[in-house]
């Protein structure tokens, strides 16, 4: 059973940066495609981005490219989420998750283990 653990979330302001870290309680580095996804009040989760477990394949949803990045150090057991140029309309609970495919999918159902999820929100 893997242990997943979000930090970083807070407040910030519009244009700003956060960088959420996600930190493993075993060794994912190995084993597991990992994802973060966001959501918003009354609203579904959304895809963000995923990666790869040698830290390759990155692809994120269509809110995130272009100004979030994707990284993972496996030494650390962590996975990073940092997020640039944030909009008011990035607030919402951030989860990351792990799966046992090699790179994260898109998909809910795809991932295995979740964190409980660090709250972010961005004020304008």
């Known amino acids: 059973q893997v242990q997943l653990v979000e930090s970083g979330g807070g407040l910030v302001q519009t244009g700003g940066s956060l960088r959420l870290s996600c930190t493993a309680s075993?060794?994912?580095?190995?084993?597991?495609?990992m994802g973060w996804f966001r959501q918003q009040p009354e609203k579904e989760r959304e895809f963000v981005g995923a990666?790869?477990?040698?830290?390759?394949?990155?692809h994120y949803g269509d809110s995130a490219r272009g100004r979030f990045i994707i990284s993972r150090d496996n030494a650390k057991n962590t996975v990073y989420l940092q997020m640039n140029n944030l909009e008011p309309g990035d607030t919402a609970v951030y989860y990351c998750?792990?799966?046992?495919?090699?790179?994260?999918?898109?998909?809910?159902?795809?991932?295995?283990?979740w964190g409980q999820g660090t709250q972010v929100t961005v004020s304008s």
């Open positions: 998750a792990a799966t046992l495919m090699a790179i994260g999918p898109r998909f809910l159902n795809g991932y295995q283990y």
């Open positions: 075993e060794s994912v580095g190995s084993y597991y495609g």
């Open positions: 990666i790869g477990w040698r830290g390759d394949g990155e």
